[in-house]
């Protein structure tokens, strides 16, 4: 989807650029220490009807918006994706929020809500793994995301560990894009995100498995970006954040309970996207 931001004509000249009868603009020496203020992608799923999200977000009172939202099926024939704020507007969808530590990630992201409703209001205090979540059954919805979200990372440069779901900027207090979100199959067919290499998996669940180590599991969930202290103790908070980085990167089981294939993934991620070192014999 084009960006359809409108920029003026630049100047003639940089420097001479003025901006008052008095003062000019010298831009011939700026500094290669910069980046986009988009740094981060967060998915979401709405949880209700795209009607019903364009009500609330056009609602100056609901508090609460994104730059895009995808309908789950075509309408009138023809697929529309509703761009609700600018790229270049910050969007209020991420909320309290914190990855690779940055807090507040309305600011420096980019938001895309997916319509999807989630999992029966019925099934609201049931565990995770016990909720009857809705599938995201249209391909073509799929394919859409995909088409906005690489125009979107390929502008503003954001690397594969900083697309993200909300459930992973806020574990525990929201579950969104959930279990069944097709992440593999957006960085498998699409180059999208991150995604672990099965062949690291294995090195580290025969050479270096986990071995209950609390501290360590909480070192390396905080190391690959997750809001977690490093207490030493397998609490409610590391439960939460265990199961966000289960529903994204092992969504056979986000129970929140950690074991040598969930840390294995992990320690690949580290590996391939953070700088991890892989441990020698």
Not at 38 to 58: C, D, N, P, S, V
């Amino acid at each position: 989807m084009p960006n359809q931001i409108e920029t003026s004509a630049p100047p003639a000249s940089k420097s001479d650029y003025l901006i008052s009868n008095q003062y000019q603009i010298d831009e011939n020496h700026l500094s290669p220490n910069q980046d986009a203020r988009e740094m981060f992608l967060i998915l979401h799923y709405t949880a209700i009807t795209y009607q019903e999200t364009l009500k609330r977000f056009g609602d100056e009172n609901y508090q609460a918006s994104s730059h895009y939202l995808i309908p789950e099926l075509p309408i009138n024939n023809q697929f529309v994706i509703y761009r609700m704020v600018p790229d270049n507007k910050r969007a209020w969808h991420a909320g309290l929020s914190f990855w690779q530590g940055n807090r507040s990630l309305n600011a420096s992201s980019i938001g895309i809500e997916i319509e999807n409703l989630g999992f029966p209001e019925a099934d609201e205090n049931q565990p995770l793994m016990l909720r009857r979540w809705y599938p995201y059954a249209s391909k073509k919805q799929i394919e859409v995301v995909a088409e906005v979200a690489k125009r979107v990372i390929n502008e503003y440069g954001i690397t594969p560990s900083r697309v993200v779901g909300h459930s992973d900027i806020a574990p525990g207090r929201k579950f969104d894009p959930g279990p069944l979100f097709p992440w593999e199959q957006l960085y498998k067919e699409y180059n999208i995100g991150a995604w672990f290499d099965e062949d690291t998996v294995s090195y580290y669940k025969t050479y270096f498995p986990w071995k209950n180590d609390v501290s360590d599991l909480q070192i390396k969930l905080s190391k690959y970006g997750y809001d977690i202290n490093i207490t030493g103790v397998y609490d409610q908070a590391t439960t939460d954040v265990v199961s966000a980085f289960q529903m994204h990167f092992y969504p056979q089981k986000y129970d929140g309970q950690a074991d040598i294939e969930t840390v294995a993934r992990l320690d690949a991620l580290l590996e391939k996207y953070r700088g991890q070192s892989r441990p020698a014999f």
